[in-house]
Each structure stands twice: as structure tokens, then as C-alpha cells.
């Protein structure tokens, strides 16, 4: 049984070929500049073979045809027929409030996706390109839309809302969505297998060039650090994260900024890159640091800084934690930051053992000392699995 895995965006379209029977990774691709010239795919097998294909892809259906013909090819694809795909799972980024979980994709789902677009204009109409062309070259084939949003659904009503008037609110659907869904459930799901208590208190730190932290009890999430967009929360890659709304439309003015241009700018242009001056990467910025760059210094400290403060406040939501999670590329590639994020944190239970932490290299890994009422871990995460899954379930 396999399982195609899809990630579309405007431009690009990333895949992943998985076998159920174990879960392993048969082959991955992506398909860059689609819609433009010069597009290009290139695919990899589990065992190393390489198809790289220059051929321009007006449209994400001429991308899944070359996606098809790609994983058919007879010297470097994994196919023999297209019947081998027992169906196929699609990242979507937004579920709006319509959707509180994935769902078997029909002409309905298509609607009430296209409705949402206005809620992810970015994403969105690229994930629904993706699923319309996918449907045409794949007739008949079953096929899941998981949203980046629902795990997040089951916050209650007082951690999503914003101050607004409640009829803004339930006119124009303003209010905390939350994203990284896929990687949120799956590591809250692993977390919980490997604690041997699927109801366990957690803080999930998800950290990489977009960051983001849940609070997660009895395996639903209490609260998220994103928001509205992904622009809300920690520091991150390039997102400014949380800021004053009044200091927006003052840098706004200063700067001269159209109104259109300023969620753009505090998208693009700011966090580790904007602070540091240089990189939006943690790695750069990290040896940058180590030389004595001060900008860099103080880019990674606001980085941890920020996730502290949301690991404490989840705490408090929680009332308790059993385990603190790190994951993404962040956070499970860069002990720096653990180490500052879990510097002081004894208060609440959590005995952080530094030795173990610059040691761990790869898989699950515990960071606690072993008198430590809480455990502190680093659970890599797989959302492609996570979508799989998810479509396993649903579709077959």
C-alpha cells in the first residue's frame, strides 16, 4: 500500500512516495518554478537513483503529469502503474473554522477551500490548483486534504479570540488559527507513545525558519502561538512575531510603507534576519556569534527569549507539564538554543542536563537529568508521515 504525500504551494510543488506496510520513504521530489520558465524537476529514490527533469510546467497539472512520469520512469522511478498509488494526502493550509479534522476530498471540500482562500491567499490557491489537477490526472484515486489548522481546532473559545467586537469576530472569522498542525499532532502523538501516557501534559516547541509552540492536553491543543497568520508568536527566520499593532502603523508611516506592503515587510524582512543584519539562518548566525557579532548574539538570545516566555505561559495553561518538546530544525539541530530556552527552568519540575544536550546527535533523545519530575525531549517530526497517515485512515 502506498501513499502519495503532496505539499503544493503558488510556485512549487514537493512530494513524497510512502510505503504503509512499513512507513518507509520510497522516493521524494519537488517541482520548482511552476508557472514560470526555467521550472524543474528533481526526485529521489530510497536507494540514491536521481531523475532530473527541465521542462517548463505552465500549471501544477503539467507538474503532476511530470510528477507521474517521474515515478514511472523505468530506470530511476519506483512505479510499474499508476494503480499502485492507493491514494493521496494533501497538505492544505487552511481549514477556516469549516473543518475540525482531515477530510475525504469532494466538489464540496473543493468549495468551501476555495471560500477559505481569502484566509490564506499566499497558500491556499495553490494547494486547491494542486488538488483540482491532481484529481484530473489521477481520476478515481482517493484523495485527503489535511489542514495545517485543525489540530489547533479544539482550542477553547477564550484562548483564540482576539479583543475585537464578538460580530467582527463572527462576521469576518477574525481570530487565532494556529499552523504546523501536521507537525504539532504528530509529535504530540509520538510524545505521548513514548511517555506511555497518551493524556500527558506537554509543551510542543516547534523551531525552525517558522517557529511556533502548542499546549497540548489529553492529546488536544489548548493553545498555540500563532495566530491569525503565522506572523503571530515567537521570533522567527524572518517574521517578526508578536508586536504592538499601534507600533505597526508608526513604521508604517516612518517608512514609508504602503498598507499592503508593511505585512509583507514584518513577513520578509525582519527577525533573525532583520536583527542580525545578515542571515535568517540559525546556523549563520550561531557562528556569527561565536566570532563576536553582536547583532547575531542578540538575534538568537530574542529567539529563546521569546520561546521561554511562551513554555512558561503554556505551563500555566496546562496547570503543570509532564514534558517540554523540541523539534523542527531549530530544535532538534541547535543545543544553543535548547540550553538557553531551558536555562533557570528547574522552577517547574524541569532538571535540564547540558551534557546530554550538546550530545545528542539524532532520533529521540532526552535533555533531563535523571531525577527530573519533567521530561525534556527532542522528538523529530515527520509531517509527511503525519499526512499519511491521516490518509490511511480516511481513505482506506
Same mark, same amino acid.
Given at each position: 500500500?502506498?501513499?502519495?504525500?503532496?505539499?503544493?504551494?503558488?510556485?512549487?510543488?514537493?512530494?513524497?512516495?510512502?510505503?504503509?506496510?512499513?512507513?518507509?520513504?520510497?522516493?521524494?521530489?519537488?517541482?520548482?518554478?511552476? +508557472?514560470?520558465?526555467?521550472?524543474?524537476?528533481?526526485?529521489?529514490?530510497?536507494?540514491?537513483?536521481?531523475?532530473?527533469?527541465?521542462?517548463?510546467?505552465?500549471?501544477?497539472?503539467?507538474?503532476?503529469?511530470?510528477?507521474?512520469?517521474?515515478?514511472?520512469?523505468?530506470?530511476?522511478?519506483?512505479?510499474?502503474?499508476?494503480?499502485?498509488?492507493?491514494?493521496?494526502?494533501?497538505?492544505?493550509?487552511? /481549514?477556516?473554522?469549516?473543518?475540525? /479534522?482531515?477530510?475525504?476530498?469532494?466538489?464540496?471540500?473543493?468549495?468551501?477551500?476555495?471560500?477559505?482562500?481569502?484566509?490564506?491567499?499566499?497558500?491556499?490557491?495553490?494547494?486547491?490548483?494542486?488538488?483540482?489537477?491532481?484529481?484530473?490526472?489521477?481520476?478515481?484515486?482517493?484523495?485527503?486534504?489535511?489542514?495545517?489548522?485543525?489540530?489547533?481546532?479544539?482550542?477553547?473559545?477564550?484562548?483564540?479570540?482576539?479583543?475585537?467586537?464578538?460580530?467582527?469576530?463572527?462576521?469576518?472569522?477574525?481570530?487565532?488559527?494556529?499552523?504546523?498542525? $501536521?507537525?504539532?499532532?504528530?509529535?504530540?502523538?509520538? $510524545?505521548?507513545?513514548?511517555?506511555?501516557?497518551?493524556?500527558?501534559?506537554?509543551?510542543?516547541?516547534?523551531?525552525?525558519?517558522?517557529?511556533?509552540?502548542?499546549?497540548?492536553?489529553?492529546?488536544?491543543?489548548? &493553545? +498555540?502561538?500563532?495566530?491569525? +497568520?503565522?506572523?503571530?508568536?515567537?521570533?522567527?527566520?524572518?517574521?517578526?512575531?508578536?508586536?504592538?499593532?499601534?507600533?505597526?502603523?508608526?513604521?508604517?508611516?516612518?517608512?514609508?510603507?504602503?498598507?499592503?506592503?508593511?505585512?509583507?515587510?514584518?513577513?520578509?524582512?525582519?527577525?533573525?534576519?532583520?536583527?542580525?543584519?545578515?542571515? /535568517?539562518?540559525?546556523?549563520?548566525? +550561531?557562528?556569527?556569534?561565536?566570532?563576536?557579532?553582536?547583532?547575531?548574539?542578540?538575534?538568537?538570545?530574542?529567539?529563546?527569549?521569546?520561546?521561554?516566555?511562551?513554555?512558561?505561559?503554556?505551563?500555566?495553561?496546562?496547570?503543570?507539564?509532564?514534558?517540554?518538546?523540541?523539534?523542527?530544525?531549530?530544535?532538534?539541530?541547535?543545543?544553543?538554543?535548547?540550553?538557553?530556552?531551558?536555562?533557570?527552568?528547574?522552577?517547574?519540575?524541569?532538571?535540564? &542536563?547540558?551534557?546530554?544536550?550538546?550530545?545528542?546527535?539524532?532520533?529521540?533523545?532526552?535533555?533531563?537529568?535523571?531525577?527530573?519530575?519533567?521530561?525534556?525531549?527532542?522528538?523529530?517530526?515527520?509531517?509527511?508521515?503525519?499526512?499519511?497517515?491521516?490518509?490511511?485512515?480516511?481513505?482506506?
Amino acid at each position: 500500500m502506498k501513499i502519495l504525500v503532496i505539499n503544493a504551494g503558488s510556485s512549487s510543488l514537493k512530494y513524497q512516495l510512502i510505503n504503509m506496510e512499513d512507513e518507509s520513504v520510497v522516493l521524494k521530489g519537488i517541482c520548482e518554478r511552476i +508557472t514560470f520558465s526555467g521550472s524543474v524537476l528533481t526526485q529521489k529514490t530510497f536507494d540514491g537513483r536521481e531523475t532530473v527533469i527541465n521542462k517548463d510546467m505552465p500549471s501544477h497539472k503539467e507538474a503532476m503529469q511530470l510528477v507521474l512520469e517521474a515515478m514511472l520512469d523505468k530506470k530511476n522511478g519506483a512505479l510499474n502503474s499508476v494503480k499502485e498509488i492507493s491514494a493521496v494526502g494533501h497538505r492544505v493550509l487552511h /481549514s477556516g473554522e469549516d473543518f475540525k /479534522s482531515s477530510v475525504v476530498i469532494d466538489d464540496e471540500v473543493i468549495k468551501i477551500c476555495e471560500k477559505n482562500a481569502e484566509l490564506g491567499p499566499l497558500h491556499m490557491p495553490g494547494n486547491i490548483a494542486c488538488i483540482k489537477s491532481c484529481r484530473e490526472v489521477m481520476p478515481g484515486v482517493p484523495m485527503v486534504a489535511v489542514f495545517d489548522t485543525t489540530f489547533h481546532s479544539t482550542m477553547p473559545q477564550k484562548a483564540f479570540m482576539y479583543g475585537i467586537p464578538y460580530e467582527v469576530y463572527e462576521e469576518h472569522k477574525i481570530r487565532k488559527y494556529g499552523f504546523h498542525g $501536521t507537525s504539532h499532532k504528530f509529535v504530540s502523538e509520538e $510524545t505521548g507513545k513514548i511517555l506511555g501516557n497518551k493524556n500527558a501534559k506537554m509543551v510542543i516547541c516547534h523551531l525552525g525558519n517558522g517557529s511556533s509552540i502548542s499546549a497540548v492536553k489529553d492529546g488536544k491543543c489548548m &493553545d +498555540t502561538s500563532m495566530g491569525f +497568520t503565522p506572523l503571530e508568536g515567537l521570533v522567527m527566520g524572518t517574521r517578526s512575531g508578536d508586536i504592538d499593532p499601534a507600533a505597526v502603523d508608526y513604521l508604517r508611516v516612518k517608512l514609508g510603507l504602503k498598507p499592503e506592503e508593511v505585512v509583507n515587510y514584518l513577513n520578509k524582512k525582519c527577525g533573525m534576519l532583520g536583527i542580525s543584519g545578515f542571515s /535568517s539562518d540559525m546556523r549563520d548566525c +550561531t557562528a556569527a556569534a561565536k566570532e563576536g557579532n553582536e547583532r547575531a548574539k542578540l538575534a538568537i538570545e530574542m529567539v529563546a527569549y521569546r520561546v521561554k516566555k511562551y513554555v512558561g505561559s503554556y505551563i500555566a495553561v496546562l496547570g503543570g507539564v509532564d514534558a517540554i518538546v523540541f523539534t523542527g530544525g531549530i530544535g532538534e539541530h541547535s543545543p544553543l538554543v535548547r540550553s538557553l530556552v531551558m536555562e533557570n527552568m528547574e522552577y517547574c519540575g524541569a532538571k535540564f &542536563d547540558n551534557d546530554r544536550n550538546y550530545a545528542y546527535g539524532s532520533g529521540v533523545g532526552y535533555l533531563n537529568a535523571e531525577d527530573s519530575k519533567v521530561k525534556v525531549l527532542v522528538v523529530p517530526t515527520n509531517e509527511e508521515l503525519s499526512i499519511a497517515r491521516e490518509t490511511k485512515e480516511l481513505a482506506l
